[in-house]
Structure formats: structure tokens, C-alpha cells
């Protein structure tokens, strides 16, 4: 049983910046990827990048070269910085883990960035 909190979402003007953060409590120990997806209003769920415990990374093309993924070294956190925010990028984000097949979501935080 895990459960994740997300924080640090807001209003950004484009090219503007913004540090998405996970919490992680429960069987934190059992998580061996992390990850953030994102929904906006009338499109699917999709992913924007995960983490493993070993530390591969793998990235949306749409966000690759500004925005990182990582987290600490107990994966209790897991966090997103953005760069460069686009007007494309406003959505939901929801922090997700995967216990080997098992999967648990966040309630999401609002990124909104103006046209």
C-alpha cells in the first residue's frame, strides 16, 4: 500500500519554471518505478517521464530537454522541474509508482501556463 501526495503546482508564464513534487508514504520500500503523467481537459493520460530505482530515466518527447525527473535516495519523494514552460503543457499532473505491476496514482496538481 502506497500513497502519494502532489505539490507545488500553480499559474507559470510561458518560459517560466516550476518544481513538481511527489511524497511517497506506505510500503515505500516495494516501489521500483516512479513516474509523472499528465491530463489535460478532452485528451488521455499520458506520460511524462519515469524513474527507477536505479535511476534510468525516460522522458515524453514533448517535454525531453526541459524537464527532468528525479527523486531522493530512499524514493520517498520523487520530483519534476520544468524549464520553458508552453501554453501545451497546462494539464493535471499526477504523481504515479509501480509496485512491480501494482500501480497507485496521486490526486494530481494543476500546472496552468497562459497563452
Known amino acids: 500500500q502506497v500513497q502519494l501526495v502532489e505539490s507545488g503546482g500553480g499559474l507559470v508564464q510561458p518560459g517560466g519554471s516550476l518544481r513538481l513534487s511527489c511524497a511517497a508514504s506506505?510500503?515505500?520500500?516495494?516501489?521500483?518505478?516512479m513516474g509523472w503523467y499528465r491530463q489535460a481537459p478532452g485528451k488521455e493520460r499520458e506520460l511524462v517521464a519515469t524513474?527507477?530505482?536505479?535511476?534510468?530515466?525516460n522522458y515524453a518527447d514533448s517535454v525531453k530537454g526541459r524537464f527532468t525527473i528525479s527523486r531522493d535516495n530512499a524514493m520517498k519523494s520523487v520530483y519534476l522541474t520544468m524549464n520553458s514552460l508552453k501554453p501545451e503543457d497546462t494539464a493535471v499532473y499526477y504523481c504515479?509508482?509501480?509496485?512491480?505491476?501494482?500501480?497507485?496514482w496521486g490526486q494530481g496538481t494543476q500546472v496552468t501556463v497562459p497563452s
Open positions: 504515479n509508482a509501480n509496485l512491480y505491476g501494482r500501480l497507485y
Open positions: 506506505g510500503s515505500i520500500f516495494r516501489i521500483n518505478t
Open positions: 524513474i527507477t530505482r536505479g535511476d534510468s530515466t
